[in-house]
């Protein structure tokens, strides 16, 4: 061996043989040694001045954001209402064309005035189809409109466009007493 000495590093988790005799102190917080720190009196004043002025921040903070949120809750009232009134508006909308469309289709048909709320169907196709069945099932009870003189040709003679015109009807009827 040789003749240097050589320093023992202390083992992690080693035991020394003062730890052994005495008493056995299992708290390790009661071992630190308990030093007070002190701080001269401008240091401690800015520190309290700065946590003043945070307190003071986190107040108005706390006002403008509850001042915020009735913001957000007073729009989203108002979104709520426009929503409401574009729905109402919407379905409004909806019957009307439906109606329309009704209409249309009872002219189209020739159904009576009093057949028209009994279509059903959402498209023109469909309500025209569902006229067609209304119409076949009430065959032969339905009084049929009185075609007129243009339409039969009865009553025509001669020329037919001047029999409709005012001015020569109204010659005629002069011509006449």
Do not use: C, I, W
Not at 85 to 109: C, P, Y
């Amino acid at each position: 061996m040789s003749d240097t000495a050589v320093e023992q590093a202390p083992v992690r988790g080693a035991v020394n043989d003062d730890q052994v005799s005495g008493s056995v102190n299992e708290n390790p917080a009661d071992n630190v040694s308990e030093e007070t720190k002190t701080f001269d009196e401008d240091y401690v004043k800015s520190l309290r001045s700065e946590a003043a002025k945070y307190r003071t921040q986190a107040r108005e903070n706390a006002e403008k954001a509850k001042a915020h949120d009735e913001y957000v809750q007073s729009q989203k009232s108002e979104q709520e209402k426009m929503a409401e009134a574009l729905d109402a508006a919407s379905r409004e909308r909806d019957t009307l064309r439906s109606e329309m469309l009704r209409m249309k289709v009872a002219q189209q048909k020739q159904l009576p005035a009093s057949l028209v709320d009994r279509l059903r169907g959402d498209t023109e196709e469909e309500m025209m189809a569902d006229a067609d069945s209304l119409l076949e099932g009430l065959k032969g009870t339905l009084p049929r409109p009185k075609p007129s003189a243009e339409q039969t040709g009865a009553g025509v003679t001669g020329d037919a466009d001047a029999q409709t015109d005012p001015a020569t009807l109204a010659s005629r009827v002069v011509g006449r007493r």
